[in-house]
């Protein structure tokens, strides 16, 4: 038998979020090759405080170069907020665009609980 799941809202976004990396330092490991999960993401002048990582991936894609190996293009995460909004973003390894004010997180879509 199915688990029966909270009805949700979930609205695509796909705009850039700033990364917000407050508060003291935890305990939680620094995986090399990772990005550092941040502790809050700012939308549309919003912090989204993150309370937990629902789940983790990463989005393959081939060499550029034709040798045939996969590489990390992306780095995907399901956040929970404090107030129980999900928030699913990802992390580009190569922005789009290159420079100092390169966007790296971006909000791919935000759940709300009905």
Not at 5 to 34: C, H, Q, W, Y
Not at 74 to 91: A, G, I, M
């Amino acid at each position: 038998m199915e688990e029966a799941r909270p009805k949700t809202n979930e609205k695509l976004i796909s705009e850039a979020v700033a990364p917000r990396f407050d508060g003291e330092a935890d305990d939680t490991p620094v995986v090399v090759g990772e990005p550092i999960v941040p502790t809050a993401l700012v939308w549309r002048g919003t912090i989204y405080p993150v309370l937990n990582v629902l789940s983790a991936g990463k989005g393959l894609g081939p060499c550029t170069h034709g040798s045939g190996e996969q590489y990390v293009h992306k780095h995907w995460y399901r956040f929970e907020t404090t107030d129980s909004v999900v928030l699913r973003v990802y992390f580009e390894r190569r922005p789009r665009a290159r420079g100092k004010k390169a966007k790296r997180w971006w909000l791919y879509s935000i759940e709300t609980p009905e």
